[in-house]
């Protein structure tokens, strides 16, 4: 199976401050990786697809990049509505595996 | 865009077989796998497995033995099965479509519970 190592698993900031996020994967998985948010007693929202491209109605500020092994989640300008867990998913082959998680908090 | 809504037994004892259904509104089956994923409280995501519009099954290897998805074309849903459960398998359960290319839509999930 591949492994996704998300980092950091936590993280503080502050309204306005750019964030980044990062995936590596334990082989390369081309571009075959997505992006969700999470909200509390929610489902995840699909946020990046393919490495980096927006669904529809997916804010700017959030980005994708990366590709082989490498990747990374990038919210330039944290709003309120941010404040959440983000978790990545490889699409490569199966079973999909997802990153542990990244909680980001108000500082 | 399409909904999912699902169903199920949410408190079962050891031992229980878990059943749960997720209906498919605004779509067909076709072109898309159709996935069960589970979150422990307070944990993260583990993806169980999916289905095609075919019936064309892929598990994760560390449910396998007791994990069946399938498929009701006519009814426009697709169920999950469980046996043997037991407190490990206490999580929210989500039904999904399209992991393989990101997952537009999700159910909105269904807490089970397995206590004796």
């Known amino acids: 199976d591949i492994q996704m190592t998300q980092s950091p698993s936590s993280l503080s900031a502050s309204i306005g401050d750019r964030v980044t996020i990062t995936c590596r994967a334990s082989q390369s998985i081309s571009t075959y990786i997505n992006w969700y948010q999470q909200k509390p007693g929610k489902a995840p929202k699909l946020l990046i697809s393919a490495a980096s491209s927006l669904p529809s109605g997916v804010p700017s500020r959030f980005s994708g990049s990366g590709s082989g092994t490498d990747f990374t989640l990038t919210i330039s300008s944290l709003q309120p509505e941010d404040f959440a867990t983000y978790y990545c998913q490889e699409s490569y082959s199966t079973p999909f595996i997802f990153g542990q998680g990244t909680r980001l908090e108000i500082k | ?116």
């Open chain 2, 1 to 116: 865009q399409v909904q999912l809504q699902q169903w199920g037994t949410g408190l079962l004892k050891p031992s229980e077989t878990l059943s749960l259904t997720c209906a498919v509104y605004g779509g067909s089956f076709s072109g898309y796998f159709w996935s069960w994923i589970r979150q422990p409280p307070g944990k993260g995501l583990e993806w169980i497995g999916e289905i095609s519009h075919s019936g064309r099954t892929n598990y994760n290897p560390s449910l396998k033995s007791r994990v069946t998805i399938s498929l009701d074309t006519s009814k426009n849903h697709f169920s999950l099965k469980v046996t043997s459960v037991t407190a490990a398998d206490t999580a929210v359960y989500y039904c999904a479509r399209g992991l393989e290319v990101g997952a537009l839509s999700w159910g909105q999930g269904t807490l089970v519970t397995v206590s004796s």
